[in-house]
C-alpha cells in the first residue's frame, strides 16, 4: 500500500509512479460528492469516478491497470471531502497482490 500525498483543497492533480506506471489523479470537489480521473501515461483511463470510503476507484482489470485505487477514512467510515483530504481522508494504491476480489 501507498498513501498518494493530498492537500485539503477542493481541486487538485498529483502525479505518482504507481505500480511502474505513470499517473496523473484529478480530484475535484462537486456539490454531491468528491470525484476522481486516473491518467495513466496521459491517457484517461477511467474519469468522473465518484471517491467513497474504501470503495476501489478502478475496479476493472480489463482497463490494465496493474492495482487500484481507494480513498480511507482514518477516523471512521464516512466518505471523503476536500477539507479532510491528506489527513482524515488518504488515497492510497493498493498493489496487485493486495486486491481482494
Known amino acids: ?3 498518494i500525498p493530498l492537500q485539503a483543497v477542493p481541486n ?3 502525479k505518482a509512479q504507481l505500480g511502474n506506471q ?3 489523479i484529478v480530484v475535484q470537489q462537486k456539490l454531491y460528492g468528491l470525484f476522481a480521473d486516473l ?8 474519469g468522473g ?3 467513497q470510503d474504501r470503495n476501489r476507484l ?3 482489470a480489463y482497463l490494465g491497470f496493474s ?3 481507494m480513498f480511507t477514512d482514518t477516523m471512521g467510515t464516512e466518505d471523503p471531502t476536500s477539507d479532510g483530504l491528506g489527513s482524515r481522508f488518504q488515497l492510497v494504491y493498493l498493489d496487485p ?3 481482494v476480489d
Request: proline residues 3%; aromatic residues 4%.
Open 22 to 24: 505513470p499517473c496523473k
Open 49 to 51: 469516478v465518484i471517491c
Open 12 to 14: 487538485q492533480s498529483v
Open 1 to 3: 500500500m501507498q498513501i
Open 39 to 46: 491518467y495513466v501515461n496521459e491517457a484517461l483511463l477511467v
Open 97 to 99: 497482490s493486495e486486491l
Open 67 to 69: 492495482g487500484d485505487l
Open 58 to 60: 478502478v475496479r476493472s
